[in-house]
T-cell receptor
Framework: ETGVTQTPRHLVMGMTNKKSLKCEQH?????MYWYKQSAKKPLELMFV???????ENNSVPSRFSPECPNSSHLFLHLHTLQPEDSALYLC????????????FGPGTRLTVT | GESVGLHLPTLSVQEGDNSIINCAYS??????FIWYKQESGKGPQFIID?????DKRQGQRVTVLLNKTVKHLSLQIAATQPGDSAVYFC???????????FGTGTRLTIIP
């Protein structure tokens, strides 16, 4: 595997479910990001991690909980989501935080029913 | 607040013609700009970037033009090919800000 991978690619969950999104980067980067992409809206930065430490939390509701066990893996734990949380969730990495050339994964298409 | 916006949500271009995608920004302090391409089913992919001390930068078949006076940015794609069909995003940042502010994207469709 090369680049940034995300699993699952598609996820349908009810509002009472708990699920997790996984991201893995094979680039040796130190910074990882979670973005939300909704239709007709700009990409929204959710979380930034640098060397497993969270450095940015963009006022994201607590029903989204990130975890970065090491610099290659990033998780987004989901619980009691709302239908408006349905979106494409993109993971990205860069050599360091503040490096604007970010490498994105293919995303997880999340539908909350 | 800061905003970045693309002029057209969609653009259709004949194969072989040149494409021009335009972007406007509002923050006078913006000093770094970047274009991403997102194909269907994929994440955004870096195309080209430019700093505010430049007016023009060229890559392979792509050129970015920056007009700081009117806060306008454009991406030109030469000899458009079917593989250029995608959504194109511009984004900006400025010194001291480690985040990118993205625009909403322009969907480029290539007509055979």
């Amino acid at each position: 595997e090369t680049g940034v991978t995300q699993t699952p690619r598609h996820l349908v969950m009810g509002m009472t479910n708990k699920k997790s999104l996984k991201c893995e980067q094979h680039l040796g980067h130190n910074a990882m990001y979670w973005y939300k992409q909704s239709a007709k809206k700009p990409l929204e930065l959710m979380f930034v991690y640098s060397l497993e430490e969270r450095v940015e939390n963009n006022s994201v509701p607590s029903r989204f909980s990130p975890e970065c066990p090491n610099s290659s893996h990033l998780f987004l734990h989901l619980h009691t989501l709302q239908p408006e949380d349905s979106a494409l969730y993109l993971c990205a990495s860069s050599p360091q935080t503040g490096d604007y050339e970010q490498y994105f994964g293919p995303g997880t298409r999340l539908t909350v029913t | 607040g800061e905003s970045v916006g693309l002029h057209l949500p969609t653009l259709s271009v004949q194969e072989g013609d040149n494409s021009i995608i335009n972007c406007a920004y509002s923050n006078s302090a913006s000093d770094y700009f970047i274009w991403y391409k997102q194909e269907s089913g994929k994440g955004p992919q870096f195309i080209i970037d430019i700093r505010s001390n430049m007016d023009k930068r060229q890559g392979q078949r792509v050129t970015v033009l920056l007009n700081k006076t009117v806060k306008h940015l454009s991406l030109q794609i030469a000899a458009t090919q079917p593989g250029d069909s995608a959504v194109y995003f511009c984004a900006e940042s400025h010194f001291g800000n480690e985040k990118l502010t993205f625009g909403t994207g322009t969907r480029l469709t290539i007509i055979p």
